[in-house]
C-alpha cells in the first residue's frame, strides 16, 4: 500500500527525519521551514521549498554580492528613475515621456553545463517570462556568452548547444537578437 505524506501526517509525525541536506538546504534553512508552516514540512513542501530556495531561483549565495555590486552603489538620482528594482522579476526604469524600458539578466551557466541547448534555451525564456510579468512587452534579446579556455573540452562540448538554443528559442518567439558578447 502506498502511504502519501499529507498535512495530516505531517503534524502528527513532527520527529520523522527528513533528509533536507541531500535537498540543497542548510540545518537553519529547514528550521526556518518549520517556523513558516508551524509544524514539519511534507516531503512535497520540502522539495518545492529546496527548488525555490536554490541559488537558480533566489540567489541565495550570490544575493550579498549583488545587493554589493549593484544596489549599494544606486545614487538617490538613479533611484529616481528606477520603479523596479534588485530582487523583483525585471528591472524597470523610467526613461521620461511617460516611458519606461524594463530589463533583465540572467545566468543559465550550471542548466547549459549539463544540456548545452535546453539549458540556454530555459535562460531565455526565464528573461521573457519576467519582462512580461512586469507589463512590459519584449522587442529584442542580447546575449553575453561565458565557456571558459577555448581549449577546454567542455567548452567545445557546450559551445553549439548553447549558442543553437539561445538562438532557437529567441527565434521561435520572433525576437531579434540584436547584439551578443562571449
Given at each position: 500500500m502506498t502511504t502519501y505524506?499529507?498535512?495530516?501526517?505531517?503534524?502528527?509525525?513532527?520527529?520523522?527525519?527528513?533528509?533536507?541536506?541531500?535537498?540543497?538546504?542548510?540545518?537553519?534553512?529547514?528550521?526556518?521551514?518549520?517556523?513558516?508552516?508551524?509544524?514539519r514540512p511534507t516531503a512535497a513542501e520540502l522539495a518545492m521549498y529546496s527548488v525555490m530556495w536554490s541559488e537558480h531561483c533566489s540567489y541565495k549565495s550570490s544575493k550579498k554580492h549583488l545587493k554589493e555590486q549593484f544596489g549599494a552603489k544606486t545614487t538617490p538620482e538613479m533611484?529616481?528613475?528606477?520603479?523596479?528594482?534588485?530582487?523583483q522579476n525585471a528591472g524597470v526604469v523610467d526613461i521620461g515621456d511617460g516611458?519606461?524600458?524594463?530589463?533583465?539578466?540572467?545566468?543559465?551557466?550550471?542548466?547549459?553545463?549539463?544540456?548545452?541547448?535546453?539549458?540556454?534555451?530555459?535562460g531565455v525564456g526565464g528573461i521573457v517570462r519576467d519582462i512580461m510579468a512586469m507589463g512590459a512587452r519584449p522587442v529584442a534579446v542580447m546575449d553575453q556568452l561565458r565557456f571558459g579556455a577555448v581549449d577546454h573540452p567542455d567548452t567545445a562540448r557546450v559551445v553549439h548547444g548553447v549558442v543553437a538554443g539561445v538562438g532557437g528559442y529567441g527565434n521561435c518567439l520572433g525576437l531579434p537578437n540584436i547584439g551578443g558578447e562571449t
Open positions: 505524506d499529507t498535512v495530516e501526517n505531517a503534524q502528527q509525525t513532527p520527529d520523522e527525519p527528513q533528509d533536507y541536506r541531500a535537498l540543497g538546504l542548510k540545518d537553519d534553512e529547514y528550521a526556518h521551514i518549520k517556523e513558516i508552516l508551524g509544524r533611484k529616481e528613475h528606477l520603479l523596479v528594482g534588485m530582487g516611458y519606461a524600458v524594463t530589463f533583465k539578466v540572467e545566468s543559465h551557466n550550471h542548466p547549459s553545463f549539463v544540456e548545452p541547448y535546453q539549458g540556454a534555451a530555459t
